[in-house]
Structure formats: C-alpha cells, structure tokens
C-alpha cells in the first residue's frame, strides 16, 4: 500500500486565537486540542506523515506545544506560509498583510509531499469516517484519464455541520448522478431551524435541503496536483488588480476552476459524521461537552 500524507493548514492558528498557540483552549477532557483529534483518526485511517503547514514566527510555540507530541506517534514535516514566498518575478504589494489563502497554504508545503495527501484545517474537527474514506480512496487502483487530475473531497451533510449560535458560511455541493462534483456554491448566513436548515435573508427564511453535501475543505490529492496549483498560483497572482490587498488564492475556487475547464474530476464521499468547529465564542462549550461524550461512549481514550 503506498505512504500517504496528512497537510494541516495552521498558518492563520494565531491569527484567530490569540498571540501564538499557547492561547488554544484545549477542548478534550485530557487537555487535547481539535488538532491532536485530527492526528489521532489520520493515524488510526492509516496515513503515515502528518505535514503542518504554519507561519515561521510560531514555529517554536508550534514544535514544542504540538510537534514534540504528535512526533511520538508518526513521522512529522513542517512547512512555512510567508506573505514573500512568491514566484519569481513578484514581490508582496507594499501594505499587504492578509495571507494569501488556502492555495498558497498547500503550495508551501509541496518540497514535503511526495505522495498521496488529505488536507484539513487545522481547527476543524472531521470524525473518524472522512479520514477512512479519504485514505482507502488515495491508496486504491483507479483508472486515470490523460490530462485530468483525480481528486476527492470528504461530503458532509448540511445539517451536521451547523451552529446552534448563529449563521455559517458552506460551500454546498452540485453533483452529477455519479457522485462527481459538478460545482459548489458558497452559501452564507445558514442556520440550524426547527424543520432542518435555512439560508437567513433580509429577514426572511429560505428553507435548504439539510441533506445537502457541502464541502468543508478536506481534499484528497495526488502529488502531480502541486504543479498545478504552482501554475495556478503564478495566474492568479498576474491577474491580481493593483491596489487590491485582499484577494487570495483558494483551494476549493482552483480545484472548481479545474474541473469547469475540464482538467479535474472530484469525487465526494457521503459521510455521515458531525463536523464540530468554534465559530463563536459560544461554540466552545459545545465542543468540550461533544468531545466529552465522545470520550465516555469510547470513541477516544481520555488520554492519548
């Protein structure tokens, strides 16, 4: 079976928790964070290197709070976004401060990946299933149509990954009758009703399918997508208009721009699991008494 790796997007960690990751609240009774989660399922899915993806300035904090556990469990790569890591012939706009989005994100980490690759987010919490189905989907025989890239994408329904304190941007799926993605619409201000979902608009409800596959950015990749993204990147950048600090390079608007050029199919996988992730501040009790349960019901040891 062949080696397969585990990118976690942690550039933005500090970013939204605080000065440096000493500031993550640990959610697990043992004191674990979502991240140790994610490891923890990866490993258990049978993924061999877990590949972080963080910015240079928390590398210390990062290695000795986070690193220096995980590497007792499996073999650990770290890689670096940088507002300067641009192709040849760019250079960052004065006053650019905003990081350049889930594509460059990938990008940094391709001198550490070599073989198959999942992505995730860093403080997202994914379940044990995706893991499965994404690693069985990297390591298995498929037939490969010349010039188009296979990639997967871990399907979650709607209406497990909703807040109980207000609305959540989704990316929700289109698909064709064969399970291939066909396109995903970003969808905000969703909430959780009494019938299921509904998009909330100038204060009126849009009821939604809470069946409805949407995407939570966990990919299955192969190495040869890199060099696309590389060549994406260089695009995107060129086509960036002066003056604009803002935009960035994202994964899930390449991947679509591949697949509405012909160049890429995507798999989604149907899980069932609940997504759980603290996109207010509110959420957080929510998850500690999730994972707290989880704990009890011996989906995962209290310590590990």
């Known amino acids: 079976m062949s080696k397969t790796a585990l990118a976690v997007m942690a550039a933005g960690i ?82 650019r401060t905003k990081p350049w989005g889930t594509g460059q994100a990938i990008l940094a980490a391709k001198e550490q990946i070599e073989e198959p690759f999942a992505v995730i987010n ?88 809470p069946a409805s596959h949407v995407s939570m950015n966990m990919w299955g990749l192969a190495p040869s997508f890199l060099g696309l993204l590389e060549k994406g990147f260089t695009e995107f950048l060129s086509k960036v208009p002066e003056g604009d600090l803002k935009k960035e390079y994202l994964l899930p608007i390449f991947i679509d721009q591949l697949m509405q050029e012909g160049r890429a199919e995507v798999d989604v996988l149907d899980t069932t699991e609940t997504w759980f992730g603290v996109t207010y501040q509110e959420d957080k009790d929510a998850v500690k008494k999730a994972f707290a349960e989880l704990t009890a019901k011996g989906v995962y040891p209290a310590e590990f």
């Not at 209406?159 to 009758?177: E, F, H, K, P």
Request: proline residues 4%; charged residues 30%.
């Open 14 to 95: 500090g970013s939204r928790f605080g000065k440096g990751i000493k500031q993550l609240e640990p959610v697990g009774p043992g004191g674990q964070i979502i991240m140790d989660y994610s490891v923890h399922d990866a490993i258990e899915a049978g993924f061999d290197k877990v590949v972080f993806i963080i910015r240079k300035d928390l590398e210390k904090d990062f290695r000795e709070i986070i690193g220096s556990r995980m590497e007792k469990r499996i073999e650990v790569a770290y890689a670096f976004q940088e507002l300067d890591d641009l192709p040849e012939g760019f250079v960052r706009p004065a006053g």
């Open 122 to 209: 860093a403080d997202d919490y994914y379940g044990k299933e995706p893991f499965r189905l994404l690693h069985d989907w990297l390591t298995a025989d498929r037939e490969k149509t010349p010039g188009v890239e296979q990639i997967c994408m871990a399907g979650f329904r709607l209406g497990n990954t909703l807040s109980d304190n207000g609305g959540v941007t989704r990316g929700i799926c289109r698909m064709n009758a064969d399970g291939k993605l066909e396109g995903i619409s970003e969808t905000s201000n969703i909430v959780r009703t009494p019938d299921g979902a509904a998009i909330q608009k100038d204060g009126t409800l849009v009821a939604v399918d």
